[in-house]
């Protein structure tokens, strides 16, 4: 399975994108109303200038405690970003973030983004696409 299948099944809402200099407390509101793990960070909704997880946020308050909360995202958020493309197979995606030890990485084509998949997004393609095989060879041993 592709990313851009993954994206399908998804359906069009986009990718939720804050501004460079936006406040912790706005994101983690952000993150806890629309029941999200994470917030790409982009100046303009297309090009990418991070990401912010509630991981990042949670890191920073076992640190300095709710202070933290009026800080700049910008401080916290993760800048060397892992990215995909739509014709990325899920294997290589589900690969990558296991290794980084990520959940979420943002799809890019021509230097846009164009969507962003999570670990859950690709285990149940995955798991699908393993349901059909399984189904397919069961096909065939039975004759079908």
């Known amino acids: ?35 999200i793990g994470t917030v790409v960070v982009s100046p303009d909704g297309n090009t990418l200038a991070g990401i912010l997880s509630e991981r990042d946020i949670v890191r920073e308050l076992a640190k300095r405690g709710a202070g933290c909360m009026s800080d700049k995202i910008d401080d916290y958020m993760t800048t060397e970003l892992v990215t995909c493309s739509r014709s990325d197979d899920a294997v290589s995606v589900l690969e990558r973030m296991t290794q980084g030890r990520f959940r979420h990485m943002p799809v ?5 983004l164009v969507g962003l998949v999570s ?26």
Not at 5 to 22: A, D, F, W
Not at 108 to 112: L, M, Q
Not at 125 to 132: K, P
Request: hydrophobic content about 40%; overall charge negative; charged content about 30%.
């Open 1 to 35: 399975m592709l990313v851009h299948q993954i994206l399908k099944s998804k359906g069009s809402e986009g990718v939720l994108t804050v501004k460079p200099g936006t406040l912790v407390e706005e994101a983690a509101k952000i993150l806890a109303d629309k029941g």
């Open 108 to 112: 890019v084509e021509d230097g846009k």
């Open 119 to 144: 670990l859950g997004d690709t285990v149940k393609a995955r798991l699908s696409e393993l349901a059909m095989e399984k189904d397919a060879l069961e096909g065939m041993i039975m004759g079908h």
